[in-house]
């Protein structure tokens, strides 16, 4: 039977390193209210199932302390995971890095901690109220030079990308186990060494905080040049549809003078039901040539997802140049979609690339692209004309392609990107020659 | 009787459409009435009545506090899901495949001052055309929902349906087309009954459509396909035959 006084000394000591961890979490998670401190209470359940698991198991494998140490740990990073998830309506893995960047300042500071009890030589209470100031104030302290860093937004931003979400979860993963294993480390290290082992541990904190900024930077760069491409694919777009537009004028002139002749005869004989009828030629004739082009521009401004623009506003440029007729629908605003974005735009490039690939084999190539927002829910269509045979059973294998070797390695990656997300369901058909892909993304599931 | 429904706001439209469908109706005889000729899309929503298999003209550009053309399309398709739409537009430039794929849109007209009427008879008669085709074949579909939108597919299209490693979604084979949807085999298997026989656990196969049985390979070839057959599956296909496989 455990005395009470060890069992209150274990709650306390997990009680205190939560409260430093929930710290860390709301610089990291990047919060400007207290509001999300109303949930807070439900976290009680971590320590105190934490301290009964340190206990329980102390007692039952009492000669493998490490092991104890290892289960201990992973039940609070799991249930301080979920907290995390839940309170900030976020999903697993971003929640699971944030635990894990909170952790390993958690662990070096609670190093700290361990270091002092062990250095600061005094009566037991007075020790304890001495460790707990400097603990509290390198919390606080190292909290918020974190908040001044803005480490919470560099950190969202690092985490943004959903494509390596979960790789970059595990990064911060291991090195939460890192930091782990140097505090139980610290118990062989020789009283004369603490101190220096102890600051040690800061400078690696420290690094691995800048690292974050860095990293996040780095890619916050990348965006950036993302972003001018995509202007600058905007305008390829919009010069091309321009110097088409130009052209279709100048035809047009050509042709004005005589239709003028014809009106203006039509005019003399009185004749105005051929006025009439050679004046909506005119104007249908505009509507077929010229609305075209403006109608791909007007389309384009519905889409409210700048990734996914910036991708087929490219494309089409690409497709333009290749004498690919192109035609984009967006009915309604598309702001948001139930799917990683990036698997979004992996998804739309390799149908567009394929469609554009299919409609060069043939005559007249075009390719039609049908985007439906309602809500949340997202569908897209992409249809080309094809030449030749298809053959249902090879399609989506690993390198297929109508075109030989080497080519083709995007339906199957498309299907295989697909598998992971349950909200959606895609259809294939070839009928009279067309091809049609269509996906459509449904809300969470 | 097939029921006409009309609805646009402008008045002059309106009225225009309502004289040259009704004109066309008389003079050809068919088994059709202009029943409402709405200006608001709620007027017209009172008046339709479910399942009928009406005919709807629509403005496209409708501003009805929260319908438009394409959202009063929807409503219309959920409670008359085989009517046929009709939309009239001032410009050409609508979104007219979004229409076509999302509604089934049948056709549109294009506002022209006094040729809308024209072009609105013109597309009935093509509307009346269609409607008598299909009345002369009425084929039995298997419906499915895919995505947003509900799909039907002749049941003699469909060769063969297919698990997939995603939980609970299926892919459905026909001779052109590989359509993914939720669903599972094991209901589909109780539900569609006689004509499809579960050769393997993730096959279940039309038997009308089976041209042969590789015993050697453990397959069965569909439409040109390769199904996957188990040895439950072969006893069921042999009990089928009669024993002759």
């Keep these: ?445 | 009787m097939i029921a006409v429904y009309l609805c646009d706001d402008e008045d002059a439209v309106r009225h225009q459409m309502k004289t040259a469908l009704e004109w066309k109706i008389f003079v050809e005889d068919y088994d059709m009435k202009v029943v409402c000729a709405a200006a608001t899309a709620q007027e017209l929503l009172d008046a339709v009545e479910d399942n009928r298999r009406s005919v709807y003209f629509l403005d496209v550009d409708l501003k009805d506090g929260e319908w438009d053309g394409f959202t009063l399309g929807q409503e219309l398709r959920r409670r008359d899901p085989h009517g046929t739409l009709i939309y009239i537009t001032s410009y050409g430039d609508l979104a007219w495949k979004t229409f076509q794929y999302h509604l089934e849109a049948f056709d549109y007209i294009v506002k022209e001052e006094d040729q809308t009427g024209v072009s609105a008879a013109r597309c009935l008669e093509a509307v009346h055309a269609r409607l008598l085709d299909e009345r002369r074949d009425p084929a039995e579909v298997f419906s499915l929902r895919s995505g947003d939108g509900v799909r039907h597919v002749p049941l003699d299209d469909i060769l063969f349906f297919e698990t997939v490693s995603k939980t609970h979604h299926v892919f459905m084979h026909t001779a052109d087309s590989r359509v993914d949807f939720v669903g599972s085999l094991s209901e589909l298997e109780t539900k569609l009954g006689g004509r499809f026989v579960r050769v393997h656990r993730a096959y279940l196969v039309a038997v009308d459509k089976i041209e042969a049985v590789d015993r050697k390979r453990n397959i069965v070839r569909v439409g040109g396909r390769e199904c996957l057959l188990s040895r439950a599956g072969r006893a069921k296909l042999k009990k089928r035959s009669g024993g002759g496989l």
């Design chain 1, 1 to 445: 039977m455990p005395v009470l006084e060890e069992v209150l000394d274990v709650f306390v000591d997990s009680l205190i390193s939560h409260a430093a961890l929930v710290v860390y979490l709301l610089v990291i998670m990047d919060e400007r209210g207290w509001g999300r401190l109303s949930r807070l209470p439900v976290l009680l359940f971590s320590p105190l199932v934490a301290s009964w698991i340190s206990i329980v198991s102390y007692k039952a494998f009492s000669g493998a302390p490490i092991l104890c140490y290892c289960l201990d740990s992973s039940v609070i990073l799991l249930m301080c995971t979920l907290w995390v998830k839940w309170a900030w309506c976020i999903g697993f893995w971003r929640a699971f890095a944030a635990t894990c960047m909170a952790g390993v300042f958690q662990v070096s500071v609670s190093c700290l901690s361990r270091t002092l009890f062990m250095t600061v030589l005094l009566d037991r209470a007075s020790q304890f109220m001495v460790v707990m100031v400097i603990y509290w104030a390198a919390v606080l302290g190292s909290a918020a030079l974190l908040y001044r860093l803005r480490f919470g937004g560099w950190f969202r931003l690092l985490l943004e990308d959903g494509f390596s979400q979960r790789r970059t979860a595990l990064f911060f993963f291991a090195m939460e186990a890192t930091m782990e294993v140097f505090i139980i480390l610290q118990k062989g290290i020789q009283p004369a060494y603490l101190i220096p082992y102890c600051l040690l541990m800061m400078i690696v904190v420290a690094l691995i905080a800048g690292l974050v900024i860095y990293l996040a930077q780095r890619s916050d760069a990348a965006r950036k040049i993302e972003a001018q491409q995509d202007v600058i694919a905007q305008q390829q777009l919009y010069e091309q549809d321009l110097e088409a537009i130009r052209q279709e004028v100048q035809a047009f002139r050509h042709d004005y003078k005589n239709l003028l002749a014809g009106l203006s005869q039509a005019a003399d004989e009185g004749e105005l039901g051929q006025l009439r009828a050679s004046l909506s030629a005119l104007d249908a004739g505009f509507d077929r040539r010229i609305g075209q082009k403006i109608q791909v521009s007007a389309q384009t401004g519905n889409l409210l997802i700048p990734q996914v623009r910036s991708l087929l506003l490219f494309k089409l440029a690409a497709m333009g140049k290749k004498g690919i007729d192109c035609r984009l629908e967006v009915l309604y605003p598309v702001e948001s979609v139930c799917m990683d974005v990036w698997d979004l735009v992996r998804c739309l490039g390799i149908l567009l690339d394929n469609a554009a690939e299919g409609a060069l084999e043939t005559q007249t190539p075009w390719v039609e692209i049908v985007l439906l927002a309602q809500g949340e829910r997202l569908s897209l269509r992409v249809s080309n004309p094809y030449e030749g045979i298809i053959d249902p059973d090879k399609i989506w294998e690993t390198g297929f392609s109508t075109k030989g070797e080497g080519r083709g390695l995007g339906l199957s990656s498309y299907q295989h990107i697909l598998t992971r997300y349950s909200n959606t369901v895609s259809s294939t058909g070839w009928a009279g020659g067309v091809f049609v892909q269509e996906l459509a993304i449904g809300e969470r599931p």
